[in-house]
Structures are given as C-alpha cells and as structure tokens.
T-cell receptor
Framework: NAGVTQTPKFRVLKTGQSMTLLCAQD?????MYWYRQDPGMGLRLIHY???????AKGEVPDGYNVSRLKKQNFLLGLESAAPSQTSVYFC?????????????FGDGTRLSIL | KNEVEQSPQNLTAQEGEFITINCSYS?????LHWLQQHPGGGIVSLFM???GKKKHGRLIATINIQEKHSSLHITASHPRDSAVYIC??????????????FGKGTHLIIQP
C-alpha cells in the first residue's frame, strides 16, 4: 500500500497563478486533512473533510478551497497564489468512528510563490 | 483554541543519553499524539495517547490528563534519533473529526 500520496512534491508559482494540490489515500479512511507548515510555527489546519462530498474550514482557510469528490482524494486549490502561501503542505488521513486514531501523513508538497 | 507548548525547543545530546521532551496543553483533549519529522520532511506518527503510558522500543510516552502534560522519553539515544519531535492534541467535537493542534516541535540532535 502507498498510504498517503501527495502530488506534486515541489512547485514554484508566480503571484496570481492558480494550482491544485492532490492528496490520495488507499486506506479507505473517512477523514482527510490539509495542513501547512511554516518556519517557527507548528503545523496548522487549513481544511478538513469527514467524508466524501463534505468539507470544513480549519484554522487558516483563507485563500484556499478544497474538494472531496471521491473518498480517496482530497484536493487543495489556490485560486490566486500569494507569497504568504509559500509553505510546505501536508495531507493526512485517519479512520472514522473514533477520534483516537493516528493520522497518516503524506510526504509533503513544498510550494514557493514568487 | 488549545495552546500546545513544547520544551525544550532545541536539544543536543551525546549518544547514549536519556532524552526527555515535554509537552503541555491548555484545554482538555481526547487524545495526544507524538510525531517524528526527519530531515527531508516526512512525518511519522509515533504514539497516540489518551491516558497512561506507552512504550515502543526505546521510546516511551506518558500523559497526565489532570496536569495536562505529556512527556516523550528516548532511552539509549542514537544519532538516527535526530529529528524534530512534535506534540499534537486532538479535541473531539463529538460530531466528527477536528484536525490536530500542534506544538512547534523539539529539534533533537544526537551526536556520536
């Protein structure tokens, strides 16, 4: 099993460009999350999903949109990239039914906005 | 919002030393996670605790719910333990999943 796979691994964008980060998991997990990691700060939750067709805002949702059209995929979109969105983005997934389950993380996407 | 504080922020030790990393949080939780992030960035879940103590190899994690405090211990530390160790807490809304709230991490270097 691949676990949680993020694509792309690296990307450089110009201010104002748009892009979509893809997260795919093959563990049949209900819950999926997008986090960002910035120097000197802990990871912060951007958006999350508790099931196919549902999404919810996390701590820092502004400037991002998400979609969960299929259970195994969670997409993070930047409609108009800004330098403040330069970060490392992590996707994670976990089973439903109880909150006391470990989250499985992807390897991250390093995004630079020029 | 839960505040998660880790100490120390940076720790350098010699191979073989006993290592302790601390985590405190401000609001009651349903679970606490310890994560490891190696250079290169991948994040791996080490432990998930809601009470008591867990052990895996040379790693031991404890939690005191009343004091809102957890510790991660590494016995007989080795250079391959060098990584960032992250504490994260989960608040359960009762209706679904909330994401984790993370500490800033402890950067551990074990010198040979």
């Amino acid at each position: 099993n691949a676990g949680v796979t993020q694509t792309p691994k690296f990307r450089v964008l110009k201010t104002g460009q748009s892009m979509t980060l893809l997260c795919a998991q093959d563990m049949n997990h209900e819950y999926m999350y997008w986090y960002r990691q910035d120097p000197g700060m802990g990871l912060r939750l951007i958006h999350y999903s508790v099931g196919e067709g549902t999404t919810a805002k996390g701590e820092v949702p502004d400037g991002y949109n998400v979609s969960r059209l299929k259970k195994q995929n969670f997409l993070l979109g930047l409609e108009s990239a800004a330098p403040s969105q330069t970060s490392v983005y992590f996707c994670a997934s976990s089973p439903a039914g109880t909150p006391n389950q470990p989250q499985h993380f992807g390897d991250g996407t390093r995004l630079s906005i020029l | 919002k839960n505040e998660v504080e880790q100490s120390p922020q940076n720790l350098t030790a010699q191979e073989g030393e006993f290592i302790t990393i601390n985590c405190s949080y401000s609001v009651g939780i349903s679970a606490l996670h310890w994560l490891q992030q190696h250079p290169g960035g991948g994040i791996v879940s080490l432990f998930m605790l809601s009470s008591g103590k867990k052990k895996h190899g040379r790693l031991i994690a404890t939690i005191n719910i009343q004091e809102k405090h957890s510790s991660l211990h590494i016995t007989a530390s080795h250079p391959r333990d060098s990584a960032v160790y992250i504490c994260a807490v989960l608040m359960y809304s009762g209706g679904g999943a909330d994401g984790l709230t993370f500490g800033k991490g402890t950067h551990l270097i074990i010198q040979p």
